[in-house]
Nanobody, 126 residues
Framework: VQLQASGGGLVQPGGSLRLACATSEPTFSTWVMGWFRQAPGKEREFVATITRTGTSTYYTDSVKGRFTISRDNAKNSVYLQMNNLAPEDTAVYSC????????????????????WGQGTQVTVSS
């Protein structure tokens, strides 16, 4: 299983970026998708997750109101719209997935996720 993340880059504080994660796997619509990030010298942390139908989303407190996770099952893709970025958002962002039979399933725990993308660097700096 391959997850391809894209969209990272250098942005000024207050700016926006949109990350994307795509796969060619036809079973994408049965996966819970999540975004995690890891800053230099810090542990990986949960950012956002979305249920397999896209009905429900969950965020870590520090990004609520600024980040939006969404998915397009027809395009086998998940997105992370990041607005009002701050220097503390600087990190490598990775998408991840796990399979489920339940429409309401989600997880904020990295250990639950089965598949991981390679990560994309987001740097917020003036």
């Amino acid at each position: 299983v391959q997850l391809q993340a894209s969209g990272g880059g250098l942005v000024q504080p207050g700016g926006s970026l949109r990350l994307a994660c795509a796969t060619s796997e036809p079973t994408f619509s049965t996966w819970v998708m999540g975004w995690f990030r890891q800053a230099p010298g810090k542990e990986r942390e949960f950012v956002a997750t979305i249920t397999r139908t896209g009905t429900s989303t969950y965020y870590t407190d520090s990004v609520k109101g600024r980040f939006t996770i969404s998915r397009d099952n027809a395009k086998n893709s998940v997105y992370l719209q990041m607005n009002n970025l701050a220097p503390e958002d600087t990190a490598v962002y990775s998408c991840a997935a796990f399979r489920t039979h339940h429409d309401s399933a989600y997880s904020t725990r990295a250990a639950v996720y089965e598949f991981w993308g390679q990560g994309t660097q987001v740097t917020v700096s003036s």
